[in-house]
């Protein structure tokens, strides 16, 4: 299996340099005001830009509306949208129908119920990325430096294309996320989860 790697939060020139100088296969941007990494479209704008074809591009957005959508992906043409908010999975289908982009969706878990939250997303997103969810009073749905135990996620298939930032079990850490037939996109494991 080829393994891809996946570095997000990326606000400034030197460490999206620094990133795909190490070779990443995918850079990702926020556009969440709250978040510590979050990028003004300017600056979006000129950080996409700079990615010069040498990596993909993907845009974390929080229950971004259709006028923030459509500007953004104006400036940046990402290839990828990583929707990290409350969006259904209608909203997720049409989104993929509108911008025609490959569409990843974030699910919060803490305990293995939250894993049938998850269900309806298989069929809208291209990719299922759970996150632990957030401690109480966190203004951030995710990225928030918790850990999940990875072995809630036993008995997924793995086939379905699925990512897992978190992990809090040292015999996971080496599978990132579960490859769709043919292809695979994954993230280094990191000692400390990073804010979206």
Same mark, same amino acid.
């Given at each position: 299996?080829?393994? !891809? ?6 606000? $400034?020139?030197? $460490? ?5 100088? +190490? ?6 941007f926020? %556009? ?6 979050h990028?003004?479209?300017?600056? /979006? +704008?000129?950080? !996409?830009?700079?990615?010069g ?6 845009? =974390?957005t929080v229950d971004?509306?259709? !006028? /923030? =959508?459509?500007?953004? $992906?104006a400036? !940046? +043409?990402?290839?990828? =949208?990583?929707?990290h ?12 129908e ?8 974030a ?7 939250d ?14 990325l759970?996150?632990?969810?957030p401690p109480?009073?966190?203004? =951030? ?12 996620? +036993? ?8 990512c ?7 015999a $996971? %850490? ?10 695979? %996109? ?6 400390k989860?990073r804010?979206?």
């Amino acid at each position: 299996m080829t393994v !891809a790697i996946k570095i997000c939060g990326i606000s $400034t020139e030197d $460490t999206l340099d620094a990133a795909l100088d +190490a070779g990443a296969d995918v850079v990702g941007f926020v %556009s969440f005001p709250k978040s510590p990494r979050h990028v003004e479209p300017d600056r /979006l +704008a000129a950080l !996409a830009a700079k990615v010069g074809g040498r990596a993909r591009v993907a845009l =974390l957005t929080v229950d971004a509306d259709d !006028a /923030l =959508l459509t500007a953004l $992906t104006a400036v !940046a +043409a990402p290839d990828i =949208l990583q929707l990290h908010g409350s969006e259904t999975p209608e909203r997720v289908a049409e989104l993929k129908e509108r911008y025609g982009r490959e569409i990843w969706k974030a699910v919060a878990i803490s305990d293995a119920s939250d894993l049938a939250r998850a269900e309806p997303y298989w069929a809208a997103a291209d990719r299922v990325l759970f996150d632990a969810k957030p401690p109480k009073g966190s203004v =951030l749905p995710g990225g928030n430096g918790v850990a999940f135990d990875w072995g809630l996620l +036993a008995g997924l298939d793995p086939k379905r294309p699925s990512c897992f930032p978190g992990a809090s079990t040292p015999a $996971t %850490s080496r599978r990132r996320c579960a490859p769709r037939p043919l292809q695979s %996109s994954t993230s280094r494991p990191a000692s400390k989860a990073r804010p979206a």
